[in-house]
């Protein structure tokens, strides 16, 4: 059975940090492009990261240079670690591998 598993998530006050996680489990990630989305009370699903097989990785304008992700093939793993939080970065994170979805984790940024 493929699925993902994310984690990390919680109530972080601005200016924290985290690091997301999402552990695959019946599969690998080796040979599929990974994006991370999230999902804002009240808007649209968007894209925030991704990283392509070949090691390449791309971010939405708002998180440049906060956000980095990354890939642990051996451990079926991706993560999103974040810095410098801002209120605008709350919502449920999901992770995508391949036509796969994480069934999210949620990050709320407050004081």
């Known amino acids: 059975q493929l699925q993902l598993v994310e984690s990390g998530g919680g109530l972080v006050q601005p200016g924290g940090s985290l690091r997301l996680s999402c552990a695959a489990s019946?599969?690998?990630?080796?040979?599929?492009?990974i994006g991370w989305f999230r999902q804002a009370p009240g808007k649209e699903r968007e894209g925030v990261s991704c990283?392509?097989?070949?090691?390449?990785?791309n971010y939405a304008d708002s998180v440049k240079g906060r956000f980095t992700i990354s890939r642990d093939n051996p451990k079926s793993t991706t993560y999103l670690q974040i810095k410098d939080l801002k209120p605008e970065d709350t919502g449920v994170y999901y992770c995508?591998?391949?036509?796969?979805w994480g069934q999210g984790t949620q990050v709320t940024v407050s004081s």
């Open positions: 990283l392509n097989k070949s090691g390449g990785t």
């Open positions: 019946g599969f690998t990630l080796d040979y599929y492009d």
């Open positions: 995508r591998v391949g036509l796969e």
